[in-house]
């Protein structure tokens, strides 16, 4: 049973950084990619940023190029999502997923966290 526990979420200014962390287990993740995605209330679930287990390729939606890197932890088999100059447009709802596909469409993602809440105040 695949499990996601994402945390690291909470309250910060504009300006501020977080790192959202993203626990994973029940398989081996080494063929698949792992992304975050976001919600924020009203609109539809978006993309952020993705990367192959396997070979550390990333990809990220423009609007949080240079300001947040995805990275992985092998050992720990841990996600991560250092958000840097953080913005009040970035308050959502922050989820990580995994797929056997590198998409940036959340169809391709089979496996969802809980989320985590992240809230920038102007």
């Known amino acids: 049973q695949v499990q996601l526990v994402e945390s690291g979420g909470g309250l910060v200014q504009a300006g501020g950084s977080l790192r959202l962390s993203c626990a994973a287990s029940?398989?081996?993740?080494?063929?698949?990619?792992m992304g975050w995605f976001r919600q924020a209330p009203g609109k539809e679930r978006e993309f952020v940023a993705n990367?192959?287990?396997?070979?550390?390729?990333?990809y990220y939606t423009d609007s949080v190029k240079g300001r947040f890197t995805i990275s992985r932890d092998n050992a720990k088999n841990t996600l991560y999502l250092q958000m840097n100059s953080l913005k009040p447009e970035d308050t959502a709802v922050y989820y990580c997923?995994?797929?056997?596909?590198?998409?940036?469409?959340?169809?391709?993602?089979?496996?969802w966290g809980q989320g985590t809440q992240v809230t920038v105040s102007s």
């Open positions: 029940g398989r081996t993740f080494s063929s698949y990619t």
């Open positions: 997923a995994t797929g056997p596909t590198y998409s940036t469409s959340s169809i391709g993602y089979n496996y």
């Open positions: 990367i192959r287990w396997s070979t550390g390729r990333t």
